[in-house]
């Protein structure tokens, strides 16, 4: 990283250490002015021959960082990827509806208890249907918010929905493991686009080599990659965004490419 003594014109080569020291001020070798390094701090110098580094625009808000690339983790790396492990598919529920094959005798008794009876028997097996696909009666757009307004005045609760149709991938990177060897660290960020609370996907990522044949993949739970009970209760809230690192072993060198899909 470059400085420049805003006096004497002097472009300094400053390191992190030296900058985080002074918490960004610095005194010239110079002419022994004071000034902050923060302000024209650089990667890289502009061609020759220049006058001045570009000076940094203080923002209003302080910038949020995009892309994590590490975070720590007290517990050793054993999440591996399976190159034999498959998706699988969704088994499909075998719905089985009763087929009522004997006629009721006429005759000259009272009906009801056989009305009675069939309007008890529809609503049994409404319930039985309604648990069977609760999964999908809880995240359905028009059910919810009438089984949320029912919930409110039973005073129950009901599980966090689920919407990874709506999350958006705001980056994502993968880099070597910076104190594990043959691990690597793949990071993304998330953003909930959908208006409601929901709850952390399940999240696939799968490596590919040069030809787009895949190496290797793993689905993670959200309890693999997030420590905090707490937050996945709480689940991700509207329009907000999250980090996600996963720790993983190296499948080898083959692996060039990656992608992430949320379940």
């Known amino acids: 990283m470059y400085t420049q003594c805003p006096e004497c014109a002097t472009v300094y080569n400053a390191d992190a250490a030296t900058v985080a020291r002074g918490h960004g001020m610095v005194r010239c070798s110079h002419c022994d002015a004071l000034f902050d390094a923060l302000l024209t701090l650089a990667d890289q110098l502009p061609p020759e021959p220049f006058d001045r580094l570009a000076t940094h625009a203080p ?10 690339v590490y975070r720590p983790n007290t517990q050793a790396v054993t999440y591996t990827f399976d190159p034999d492990e498959r998706p699988r598919a969704r088994e499909s529920r075998r719905q089985t509806t009763p087929a009522f094959a004997r006629h009721a005798r006429r ?3 009272r009906r009801w208890p056989w009305a009675v009876g069939t309007v008890l028997l529809s609503l ?3 319930g039985q249907l309604a648990y069977a696909e609760r999964d999908q009666l809880l995240d359905n757009d028009l059910v919810r918010p009438w089984l949320d307004r029912g919930c409110n005045l039973l005073s129950c609760e009901l599980p966090l929905r689920h919407a990874s149709q709506q999350l958006e991938l705001l980056s994502r990177d993968i880099r070597p493991h910076p104190s594990v060897p043959g691990a690597l660290i793949v990071s993304a960020t998330v953003r909930n686009a959908a208006t409601f609370a929901q709850a952390y996907p399940v999240v696939e990522i799968t490596l590919s080599d040069l030809d ?4 290797a993949m793993r689905r993670f739970q959200p309890r693999d990659y997030l420590g905090d009970a707490r937050a996945i209760e709480r689940g991700l809230a509207a329009g907000a965004s999250t980090a996600l690192v996963f720790e993983v072993r190296d499948p080898g060198k083959n692996a060039v490419a990656f992608e992430f899909k949320f379940l």
């Open 59 to 68: 923002d209003p808000e302080p910038p949020r960082l995009g892309v994590p």
């Open 107 to 109: 005759g000259s008794g």
């Open 124 to 126: 049994s097996l409404t």
């Open 212 to 215: 787009e044949n895949r190496v």
